[in-house]
Every structure is written in structure tokens, then in C-alpha cells.
């Protein structure tokens, strides 16, 4: 069921199906500012009452920064195309999206529109892009959501999605990641570790095998650090997730996006503590730091990136 709500006193569309709850803000970037399970917050929060504002020329970090955001073109500012640089974390987070509510549809005593699916989209006049996402139930007790992106203009397009889910880590947790050895979509052990504030995992070569303490977040406060890890995804089709301590894991279910971030915040930003799941169509943060690095982060004219995240909760606790 979709219905209008409200989060943080900002104009919500909250979409609920079995256990679960999520909140979307069409005015704030179409951001998911709320995903819960059986009343648990899997996503992180920000703690200040009124919900921080981005708009277009806010910076990211000292806003609410918090939830899940779509970033496109970009996470990092950078050079851009035609001569216009790309914002800190992407042109999309800080526009509002027009949306739809559809399928069939009642009305609440309160006079709320009630539907099945919610559709978002915003066009990027500056840029020349279109980027369009429908929500809704998937299989099982899955929140589905399946975008489409699309280079309008008549030049390539140097760009990148990710998806910026922010998970809340507060108690600790374990994070699964999709690429391990002896597993059934096995792709190696392998990873890159893009930054680390600390050095705790000196990076020697780019590509290194996977630490199992790079994957446990501590149920405690210790030294504030952060790091980042990439892995390359080599199956159609992944998943990536977290586990907090005592909780059933938060899963995003891919299809269509070739490469997995996870980044490791542990009281260094803003004082949170969190595990960002990143999804994405290339590497590094920016189209510029792909290409340096031998990707083709570009859309050509007319040319059309689509994929599909689901989001899920597992079903039982699995002990650490």
C-alpha cells in the first residue's frame, strides 16, 4: 500500500507491505529517508529534529546526510561535461522529483491517496539527462525498485550512479559482501581498497585479498577512521548487505549495476556510525577518477542505463 505521509515534518510518500515501511521524500532528491522492519530503523538517522535541508547548493555532509540517497552523475564534485563541474554527491539528491502514485487507488478518511506503486522522476536541464524510478513490492517481502536513466543531449555523458544507502551500525554488525570464496556466485576474494584514513589495511597493490576484519564493524567506539572498499562484480546478478548485532541482515539484491562499494564510517563523519552499501555502475567515486583508472564511466547520446535494487530484510537472526 502507498500512501502521503510525513518524515521529519517534510512531505513523505510511505510505501508498506508484510513488516515493512519505507519513506520517500520526492521534494528531497527522492531520497528513502526511512526503511523499517517490524519497527526496527535499519537506515541511519540523523539525530536532529528538523530534517536538514540540501537544496542545490548545500553541502551533503553538513546536511542531514543520512538515509539513502541516489548520487548521479557523481559522488565526488568534479569537472563535469560542457564546461558545468558536477555538485558534491551528484546533481539528483539535491532536486526535487516530480512522482505519480499508481495502480489502483482508494482514498483514505483523511482524504490520503492510496495506490500500489510509487513512480519518481527528475530531468536534469543543466546536464541533459532524464533519471525515473518506480517503487514497489517485489518477490517475497522485497521492496523493489527499478531505474532507468537516460542521456538526453547530443554529447556523451561522463557520468556514474550509486546508490549512497547509509545503514545504521550503531551497535556493530557484520557486513556481507557479494564476492567470497567458496560462494556459489563466487568472483574471487579479491578486492581494492580505495581509501583509509587510518592505514589500518595498508593498501600495497590496488587489488588485495579480502580481510575478514575489513567486513566487522565493532559493537564499540574505538579510533574514528573510515575506509572504502570496491569489489568488481564478475556474475550477473549480487547482493550486499548488513548485519546488526541482534537483527536479522539488511540486504540490497542487484541486477544490472557491475561494481560494489562499501563504505566503513566509524564515528570520522559527522559523529555517526554507519556502513554505506554502494551499488554502482563504475568505481571511484567520480566519472574522472573512473577513467583514470581505465573505466568508461559515459553514457552516449541517447544511450540507457537500467537496473533494479531490492531491498529485504532476512527473515531469522544468524548469530555472528
Not at 104 to 118: A, F, Y
Not at 288 to 294: M, S, T
Amino acid at each position: 500500500m502507498v500512501r502521503l505521509s510525513t518524515y521529519k515534518g517534510v512531505f513523505a510518500v510511505e510505501i508498506c507491505f508484510g513488516n515493512i515501511s519505507a519513506k520517500f521524500l520526492p521534494g528531497e532528491g527522492g531520497k528513502l529517508a526511512s526503511f523499517k522492519a517490524d519497527g526496527y530503523e535499519y537506515l541511519l538517522q540523523n539525530p536532529s529534529s528538523a530534517f536538514l535541508r540540501l537544496g542545490k547548493a548545500g553541502d551533503f555532509v553538513a546536511c542531514e546526510c543520512a538515509g539513502f540517497d541516489d548520487m548521479f552523475p557523481t559522488i565526488d564534485s568534479c569537472a563535469g561535461t560542457g564546461g558545468k563541474a558536477y555538485p558534491d554527491h551528484g546533481e539528483v539528491c539535491r532536486m526535487p522529483w516530480a512522482y505519480e502514485i499508481i495502480g489502483e487507488k482508494t482514498v483514505e478518511t483523511d482524504g490520503g491517496t492510496v495506490g500500489e506503486k510509487i513512480a519518481m522522476k527528475f530531468v536534469s536541464e543543466k546536464f541533459g539527462y532524464r533519471i525515473e524510478k518506480t517503487i514497489g513490492k517485489g518477490d517475497g517481502d522485497a521492496l523493489e525498485i527499478s531505474y532507468e536513466i537516460e542521456n538526453t543531449g547530443r554529447e556523451p555523458l561522463p557520468c556514474l550512479y550509486a546508490a549512497h544507502c547509509l545503514v545504521n551500525a550503531e551497535n556493530g554488525g557484520k557486513i556481507i559482501v557479494p564476492f567470497r570464496a567458496n560462494n556459489e556466485t563466487n568472483a574471487g576474494d579479491e578486492t581494492e581498497l580505495f581509501f583509509d584514513t587510518t592505514a589500518t589495511f595498508p593498501k600495497g597493490e590496488t587489488k588485495r585479498s579480502l580481510r575478514e576484519e575489513m567486513l566487522n564493524f565493532p559493537a564499540r567506539r574505538g579510533e574514528k577512521r573510515c575506509y572504502k572498499l570496491y569489489f568488481p562484480a564478475k556474475c550477473g546478478g549480487y547482493a550486499v548487505g548488513f548485519r546488526p548485532e541482534g537483527k536479522p541482515a539488511f540486504m540490497i539484491d542487484v541486477e544490472g549495476l557491475p561494481y560494489a562499494g562499501i563504505w566503513v564510517n566509524d564515528d570520522y563523519f559527522n559523529g555517526a556510525r554507519c556502513v554505506g552499501l554502494e551499488p554502482c555502475s563504475d568505481r571511484y567515486d567520480s566519472p574522472e577518477n573512473a577513467e583514470k583508472r581505465g573505466g568508461k564511466a559515459v553514457l552516449l547520446p541517447r544511450e540507457k542505463l537500467k537496473f533494479k535494487l531490492g531491498l529485504s530484510v532476512e527473515k531469522t537472526v544468524v548469530k555472528r
